[in-house]
């Protein structure tokens, strides 16, 4: 329950002693506002070894910001900024920041002086008289206890934590950009590959046939080369569909309600065997956007607690207003008898019955705002965990396409000298064909490493949070 005391000033005190008191007020005000501040808790610091990618390597000169740049695709950073400019999502997450921008602007408005023109009809107890009554009314809260700064703080820390969603709407568009059109390249170069298998494996069956009609070669040999085709059919079929789905994902990623033709067609990019790999400090983790949504959360419960600890101490508002009436019912005319009353005094809201409730409240936040450091403190740690996770992924899919490349080499070099023996008459075509196909199967591998190589860099940077995303792009 609150006690609401209003006051008029009545005793006629010298002006000396009356600016005495009103210095003595203010003074005490201050004081008081100084002791009253939210509290601004410092993030808490974490000592973490460095980021461990030795083994991988570390390529000057690259802007970490920009990693989808290391593909070397125009038409990978052409659908990337097309993303940024018309995807929906992040549409929707910059207007959600603009939102929260504006309700930072207005958030300590509440302690301005507010002036208010009010009209209103008031009819006496004896319901014989009508009064008309009008006049200006303005209030001013004092900002004594720090109410303005912890809402400044808790607006803020919203700010923050759109910022921080904004960042990671950003991130998630981005890497799943760069996933899709990957995927879809890949697709269509194992589509390529299984139709050169395809035809591959159709004349192999028809020198079977043609063997078998010579009584070299037995049926169950024709019925393995029939179903091994059946086989590489199928496989096609299942990548097609992917490739179909890939189109349409990226469609939507990039504003467009279907895929561009152009996406469909094979392009003639040189591949590099490993993407370079920039150094990577641990300050690129602090802007992570799970640790930057913990500071918000940090400096939203900070907000709140200051307004916990206000709210145990008396508020104070400065009333002033000025009125008329006019007894609509006696006057023949509006102006006939018009009475006016200035009015002025503060307004103090003391804290009595439910002071208990207030405390129980403020040690609450107390709580919270210490699991919230807890909680920054795990994203930290949680954040360093995944990035040197990451790290191992991406060397062993670095490894395992290393060795794939190293099989591919080989069965190159192989089906070279069989076409050699070939031309000297020491080998046969059904050889020269059986190599051929095993170098079309090492191919689907290493097209299938690539991707999963490809993936794991991906992931890395979105552990990373986008590698720190400019401000400017996010804006």
């Given at each position: 329950m609150n006690e609401h005391v209003e006051t008029l000033p009545t005793v006629d005190v010298p002006a000396l002693n009356r600016m005495s008191l009103w210095a003595v007020a203010l003074t005490c005000l201050v004081m008081l506002h100084g002791c009253m501040l939210a509290p601004h808790p410092d993030l808490p610091q974490e000592t973490l070894p460095p980021?461990?990618?030795?083994?991988?390597g570390a390529a000057g000169g690259i802007d970490p910001r920009s990693w989808w740049i290391q593909f070397h695709d125009p038409v990978l950073n052409h659908l990337v900024d097309e993303a940024l400019r018309n995807n929906l999502s992040l549409a929707e997450a910059r207007q959600r920041l603009q939102q929260s921008r504006r309700e930072l602007g207005s958030a300590d408005l509440r302690y301005l002086p507010e002036l208010h023109f009010q009209t209103q009809n008031v009819t006496s107890a004896s319901g014989i008289d009508t009064f008309v009554q009008f006049g200006f009314d303005s209030t001013w809260e004092l900002d004594i206890f720090g109410r303005k700064d912890s809402t400044l703080q808790l607006a803020r820390g919203t700010q923050l934590s759109q910022i921080s969603r904004q960042q990671a709407a950003e991130v998630s568009v981005i890497g799943d950009v760069v996933r899709g059109y990957l995927e879809l390249r890949t697709a269509e170069q194992q589509l390529q590959v299984l139709d050169h298998l395809a035809k591959l494996d159709q004349h192999w069956l028809s020198q079977l046939q043609r063997q078998q009609s010579l009584g070299l070669v037995t049926t169950q040999a024709i019925h393995q080369a029939a179903e091994q085709n059946a086989h590489a059919q199928l496989s096609r079929s299942v990548w097609d569909t992917q490739k179909m789905q890939s189109a349409w994902r990226l469609a939507l990623l990039?504003?467009?309600l279907q895929p561009d033709p152009a996406w469909l067609i094979t392009p003639t990019v040189a591949v590099q065997s490993e993407l370079p790999l920039p150094p990577?400090?641990?300050?690129?983790?602090?802007?992570?956007?799970?640790?930057?949504q913990?500071?918000?959360n940090i400096m939203q419960t900070a907000g709140e607690l200051g307004l916990a600890k206000a709210d145990l101490y008396p508020s104070l508002t400065l009333g002033f207003g000025y009125f008329f009436s006019s007894n609509e019912t006696r006057n023949v005319t509006f102006y006939g008898e018009l009475n006016s009353a200035p009015t002025f005094g503060p307004v103090i809201d003391i804290p009595l019955f439910d002071w208990g409730r207030r405390k129980r409240h403020e040690e609450a936040m107390k709580a919270a705002l210490q699991a919230?450091?807890?909680a920054y403190r795990q994203s930290v740690r949680s954040a360093y965990v995944e990035v040197q996770s990451d790290l191992i992924a991406l060397q062993g899919r670095s490894d395992i396409l290393k060795q794939q490349q190293s099989l591919l080499q080989g069965t190159s070099q192989s089906l070279q000298d069989?076409?050699?023996?070939l031309a000297l008459g020491l080998s046969s075509p059904l050889q020269?064909?059986?190599i051929q196909h095993d170098q079309d199967e090492q191919q689907l591998q290493l097209a299938e490493a690539r991707t999963r190589y490809d993936i794991a860099y991906i992931a890395l940077f979105k552990s990373l949070g986008g590698?720190?995303?400019p401000q400017e792009t996010r804006s």
């Open positions: 980021l461990d990618q030795s083994a991988l990039i504003g467009k990577l400090p641990l300050s690129l983790l602090r802007s992570r956007p799970e640790i930057r913990a500071e918000a919230d450091l807890l069989e076409t050699r023996k020269l064909m059986r590698a720190a995303l």
